[in-house]
Nanobody
């Protein structure tokens, strides 16, 4: 069982910055991808940014140029630096890990979520 521990988030004024971190334990080599999703009130959960084991990074269009995702040397941690935050970035942010199981199937694991609130 993979557990994801999230940190960061909070309240910030528009134009400010926040940093989210996520660590997967145990530190396993079968993590295919890690990233962040978010869910605003009344909206569906959406991808924010994602990085694969081949260091391929995908950002949703609305955060390109403002958010930056990186992975730690241990490969089981990711950090999301969010700059120039806007009120529309307000949401609960969830860390997600895609893990390849022993049978070769992909399994999704989610963190509990951390609130990001951007005031105007």
């Amino acid at each position: 069982q993979v557990q994801l521990v999230e940190s960061g988030g909070g309240l910030v004024q528009a134009g400010g910055s926040l940093r989210l971190s996520c660590a997967a334990s145990p530190n396993i080599s079968s993590i295919y991808a890690m990233g962040w999703y978010r869910q605003a009130p009344g909206k569906e959960r959406e991808l924010v940014a994602d990085i694969t084991r081949r260091d391929e990074i995908l950002y949703t269009d609305s955060v390109k140029g403002r958010f930056f995702l990186s992975r730690g040397n241990a490969k089981n941690t990711v950090a999301l630096v969010m700059n120039s935050l806007k009120p529309e970035d307000t949401a609960v942010y969830f860390c997600k890990a895609d893990v390849i199981g022993e049978s070769g199937n992909m399994h999704d694991y989610w963190g509990q979520g951390t609130q990001v609130t951007v005031s105007s």
